[in-house]
């Protein structure tokens, strides 16, 4: 199955000038959905991950059936104030502005192998924060992964120090 035919492409949103990809066409397309699952625990059916941390919020759509698939715990990320318990936070840049990200601090054990797992690569802002927080609690970066990947805006650059998989790949 081809994915790239199951993305809607939205010009003009969220403002002129943007082409955004939509993966909600992908994710109400069964055999669509099933396939970017399968495809994301095959390439990491071999690896060793101790747990899975997906991202507010389109990363928990793809993390969450990829620990379950993989035997592996959830981790949970999100923006201030969400989690119950204590929580660390991280912060990043931008292009208006800054953004937080927040972990529980005993989600992580030391040395845990820690896949992270969201739906888009752009700049590499959200998915740095978050490596980040994995690594001040003391465990270790598995790899990176997402559905897609804008690659024209270079966010593989910013965290080429991780493994990265992407199902697709955007070139403008």
Do not use: W
């Amino acid at each position: 199955m081809n994915l790239a035919n199951t993305i809607r492409e939205v010009p003009d949103f969220p403002q002129k000038g943007i082409l955004f990809y939509d993966i909600t066409t992908l994710l109400k397309n069964p055999q669509a959905l099933k396939e970017s699952i399968d495809q994301l625990t095959e390439h990491y059916r071999d690896i060793k991950i101790d747990a899975i941390a997906g991202i507010e919020s389109r990363g928990f759509i793809f993390g969450m059936p990829l620990a379950y698939n993989l035997g592996v715990g959830f981790l949970s990320v999100r923006k201030p104030n969400k989690l119950p318990a204590e929580t660390i936070s991280e912060s990043y840049a931008l292009e208006y502005g800054l953004n937080t990200l927040e972990i529980h601090v005993d989600a992580v054990e030391k040395g845990q192998k820690i896949l992270v797992v969201d739906d888009l690569l752009a700049t590499g802002g959200t998915a740095k924060a978050t490596c980040k927080l994995i690594e001040r609690l003391g465990g270790e970066v598995a790899g990176l992964a997402f559905a897609i990947e804008l690659t024209f805006l270079k966010g593989r650059e910013k965290l080429s120090q991780y493994e990265i998989f992407s199902l697709l790949q955007y070139d403008k």
